[in-house]
């Protein structure tokens, strides 16, 4: 990013897919989802595209997407339901390319939970967008920086757009997490006000929720 450049946030458009793809692909290069494979990550984008477009938005700076944070409706069990269902034979092909990813417990537990999901037709089911006490609920799924463009503001702004524009699609709570050792996505989750809620150290896991407001 250049000195003084302007820095937009706006909605996430198709052509941007790309170029997400290969931000995401750097930014989360050890996370199990990108050894799957550029197929995979770019049907999982499109997937947001697709279905949240409300909760899908880049940042801009000379005409050139440097962030993005996407989201959607409902819990994090049910996104990966349905991201999974979507992305299948990307996941499938990326999992028989690399099966050694069935050896880690997350993993695994996708696997397991998605055919928990077939298995009960979706039947029984709450509306996963409706918490228990009723109040409509999102999650943010991935929020990425390109590494020139870091530290300069950038999360908070795409994570305060994004809050905002989660209220204004009538969320009443956003909830994320990430890993214990992540202090740049935990200081930004603190600095936005958000409330640590959970931790688990044995998956090194922490989650966070923020109840919206107009003020948000
Ligand atoms: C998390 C991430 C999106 C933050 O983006 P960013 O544009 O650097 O964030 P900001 O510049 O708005 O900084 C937000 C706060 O975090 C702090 N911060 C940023 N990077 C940090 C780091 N590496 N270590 C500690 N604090 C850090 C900033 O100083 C700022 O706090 P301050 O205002 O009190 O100084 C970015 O680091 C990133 O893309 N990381 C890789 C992908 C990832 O892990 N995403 C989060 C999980 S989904």
């Known amino acids: 990013m250049m000195a003084g450049s302007q820095v937009k946030i706006r909605s996430l458009e198709t052509g941007d897919i790309p170029r997400v793809v290969e931000?995401?692909?750097?930014q989360f290069a050890n996370l199990s989802w990108t050894r799957l494979g550029k197929n995979f990550i770019r049907k999982f984008i499109r997937w947001h595209f697709n279905f949240h477009p409300e909760l899908a938005l880049v940042a801009e700076s000379d005409n050139q997407v440097i962030?993005?944070?996407?989201?959607?409706?409902?819990?994090?069990?049910?996104?990966?339901?349905?991201?999974l269902g979507y992305a299948f034979p990307e996941f499938l092909a990326g999992t028989l390319r690399r099966p050694w990813l069935l050896l880690k417990p997350y993993f695994l537990a996708l696997w397991v939970d998605l055919f928990k999901g077939v298995r009960s037709g979706g039947k029984n089911q709450r509306d996963p967008a409706v918490s228990k006490t009723g109040e409509k609920k999102a999650i943010i799924s991935f929020v990425a920086v390109t590494a020139a463009a870091q530290k300069t503001g950038i999360?908070?702004?795409?994570?305060?757009?994004?809050?905002?524009?989660?209220?204004?699609a009538?969320?009443?709570?956003?909830s994320a997490y990430t890993e214990i050792n992540n202090y740049a996505a935990r200081r930004l989750n603190e600095k936005r006000g958000w409330q640590l809620v959970r931790e688990e150290?044995?998956?090194?896991m922490v989650y966070y929720s923020k109840r919206l407001d107009k003020h948000s």
Request: glycine content about 14%; aromatic content about 14%; charged content about 20%.
């Open 67 to 83: 962030g993005f944070i996407v989201g959607a409706t409902g819990g994090h069990r049910e996104y990966y339901r349905q991201v």
């Open 155 to 168: 999360g908070t702004n795409l994570k305060q757009a994004f809050e905002q524009a989660a209220f204004q």
């Open 170 to 174: 009538g969320i009443q709570v956003l």
């Open 23 to 26: 931000i995401f692909c750097v």
């Open 201 to 204: 150290p044995r998956r090194k």
